[in-house]
C-alpha cells in the first residue's frame, strides 16, 4: 500500500531547517511554524520552500528598564523578526511585559 501525503516542505533562509508540515498551505496565508535558528540565534519563521525572502531581525533601539525582553544568543534585545517577501511582509513582534514589585 501507498500513501501519498499531501503538505508543505518548510525552510529557513538563513540556515539548514526542514521540515515537513502535512497540510497544504494556501497561497499568502502564513505558516505558523517556528524554529530556534542557528544563524539568527532567535526564534524564526519558516517559509514554504521556493518562496524568495529575507528573515531579519530587528534589534531593540530604546530604552530597556526592568521590562522582561526577548534577547537573541548574543545578549541583544529583540523587537522584532520580518519577513520581508516581493509581495509584502510578515513581521512577529516581541512585545515587552513589565513586572509587579510588591
Not at 59 to 73: A, C, I, P, Q, S
Request: charge should be negative; include cysteine; aromatic fraction near 4%.
Amino acid at each position: 500500500m501507498t500513501v501519498l501525503l499531501d503538505g508543505t516542505v518548510l525552510v529557513c533562509p538563513n540556515c539548514d531547517t526542514r521540515t515537513f508540515k502535512h497540510v497544504r498551505l494556501n497561497p499568502g496565508e502564513g505558516t505558523a511554524e517556528f524554529h530556534q535558528c542557528p544563524a539568527l540565534g532567535i526564534l524564526a519563521p519558516l517559509v514554504p520552500e521556493g518562496t524568495l525572502c529575507k528573515v531579519e531581525k530587528h534589534e531593540r533601539d530604546d530604552y530597556v528598564n526592568g521590562e522582561h525582553l526577548t534577547y537573541d544568543d548574543a545578549g541583544r534585545p529583540i523587537m522584532s523578526v520580518v519577513t520581508t517577501r516581493e509581495d509584502g511582509q510578515d513581521a512577529v513582534v516581541f512585545a515587552p511585559t513589565a513586572k509587579v514589585v510588591v
